[in-house]
């Protein structure tokens, strides 16, 4: 139902305009100019409520976003429950469309940092990615971008921090060992011949 507007003013700096029809709304200039409300003096309040919400919800979003790289469902939980589905719908594909968020490369990213950082195996990263919640075709994509000699040397220097402080006195101690590198991502095939090869140093 379209009601008259009683008063509009706009705060440039913030690209906002603030609306008065039968009620008060802030709304983005973008929204403004979609409703036509200069031309026709006239707006419908559900409209306008929409619009102040999504500006609400893209402030809220810019806030989260701002403490660090969120990926897409991570960004939806946390909007859960003070918007409504429609309204994160509408800002997350904003976000998305405009680079805001991208999964695929902040995937690909935490993956190479993991690596680099913590020494993990491919599957160790994957879990980690997962409680992210990144999509499963995105962790995919970010484990295949691994460099594989550069995992191999990461599990050689993995193995030489962590074996000198262990026992591998006896075949049992070292498949105990080489447990706690499986735990940590490692397969069994990159584990044994790392093992190995250390053995002979």
């Known amino acids: 139902m379209q009601l008259p507007v009683t008063s509009v003013s706009a705060d440039q700096a913030k690209h906002e305009i603030t609306v008065e029809c039968g009620g008060t709304f802030v709304i983005t200039e973008s929204d403004f100019l979609a409703l036509d409300i200069a031309q026709t003096a006239c707006a419908d309040p559900e409209k306008l409520a929409f619009c102040a919400d999504k500006l609400a919800c893209i402030k809220k979003s810019e806030n989260y976003l701002s403490y660090g790289d969120l990926s897409e469902r991570k960004l939806r939980e946390k909007l859960k429950g003070k918007f409504e589905p429609r309204v994160i719908d509408t800002v997350v594909n904003m976000l ?105 140093e």
Do not use: H
């Not at 101690?173 to 002979?200: F, H, M, N, Q, T």
């Open 96 to 200: 998305r469309d405009k680079g805001y968020i991208d999964d695929a490369s902040l995937a690909e990213r935490y993956a190479s940092e993991l690596a680099r950082t913590r020494l993990w195996g491919v599957k160790r990263i994957a879990q980690y990615l997962y409680t992210k919640g990144f999509k499963r075709e995105d962790i995919s994509a970010a484990c295949d971008s691994l460099d594989v000699e550069s995992m191999r040397c990461n599990l050689r220097e993995l193995i030489e921090k962590t074996a000198p402080k262990a026992d591998l006195s006896t075949p049992k101690a070292v498949s105990a060992y080489g447990a706690k590198l499986y735990r940590l991502g490692w397969d069994w095939d990159e584990i044994k011949p790392a093992l190995a090869e250390y053995s002979k």
